[in-house]
T-cell receptor, first 117, second 113 residues
Framework: GAVVSQHPSRVICKSGTSVKIECRSL??????MFWYRQFPKQSLMLMAT?????????EQGVEKDKFLINHASLTLSTLTVTSAHPEDSSFYIC?????????????FGDGTRLSIL | QKEVEQNSGPLSVPEGAIASLNCTYS??????FFWYRQYSGKSPELIMS????GDKEDGRFTAQLNKASQYVSLLIRDSQPSDSATYLC?????????????FGAGTRLFVKA
């Protein structure tokens, strides 16, 4: 099946640091990728939809200037958490839709565990 | 009403038993339905897709879809301790510009050895 790679898997950094997370579709082109956040023992929360060559679509309540998304190619989307603070500590997961069609499932990367000290 | 509803659990079953996980959805126009498994600390992994009414079997897993009742379920036969995880139901709905995937909050399954 479709494979999505996410890097890094774990980040620990000081408050005020900006952190970039990469999401790659390894064997297919993904015009759309998705970014989720998940706090411990809570459900997935969609943050934004990343569109290749155009602006990302953010969900209500997600700060665009805080979470910068760049989808510069058909295989790479990046999420940058700018000036991260302890409350941004979470599990960030990207996904891409199966290339078989618009009605196909999403495949997830392994996630990035972000810890802000 | 949530768009995709699941019982949060935990659902506890003995090893070897059948685990039955249920999901209801509100949008009658929903097109496709998925089950994901998420182990603690890991990202979700797709285990089943179902698009038409009836049953779909894959190994120990069977997905069941009833569009009239807006209900989708996942049966796990011969449950193993390694099946202990959170199971997410997901539904694709048509929205302006394409499909949107709505995830349920998940049901925690615990298989006792």
């Amino acid at each position: 099946g479709a494979v999505v790679s996410q890097h890094p898997s774990r980040v620990i950094c000081k408050s005020g640091t900006s952190v970039k997370i990469e999401c790659r579709s390894l064997d297919f082109q993904a015009t759309t990728m998705f970014w989720y956040r998940q706090f411990p023992k809570q459900s997935l929360m969609l943050m934004a939809t990343s569109n290749e060559g155009s602006k990302a679509t953010y969900e209500q309540g997600v700060e665009k200037d805080k979470f910068l998304i760049n989808h510069a190619s058909l295989t790479l989307s990046t999420l940058t958490v700018t000036s991260a603070h302890p409350e941004d500590s979470s599990f960030y997961i990207c996904s891409a839709r199966d290339p078989g069609g618009a009605n196909q499932p999403q495949h997830f990367g392994d996630g990035t565990r972000l810890s802000i000290l | 009403q949530k768009e995709v509803e699941q019982n949060s659990g935990p659902l506890s079953v003995p090893e070897g038993a059948i685990a039955s996980l249920n999901c209801t959805y509100s949008d009658r126009g929903s097109q496709s339905f998925f089950w994901y498994r998420q182990y603690s600390g890991k990202s979700p992994e797709l285990i089943m897709s179902i698009y038409s009414n009836g049953d779909k079997e894959d190994g120990r897993f069977t997905a069941q879809l009833n569009k009239a009742s807006q209900y989708v379920s996942l049966l796990i036969r011969d449950s193993q301790p390694s099946d202990s995880a959170t199971y997410l139901c997901a539904v694709n709905n048509i929205r302006t510009g394409g499909f949107k995937t709505i995830f349920g909050a998940g049901t925690r399954l615990f298989v006792k050895a």
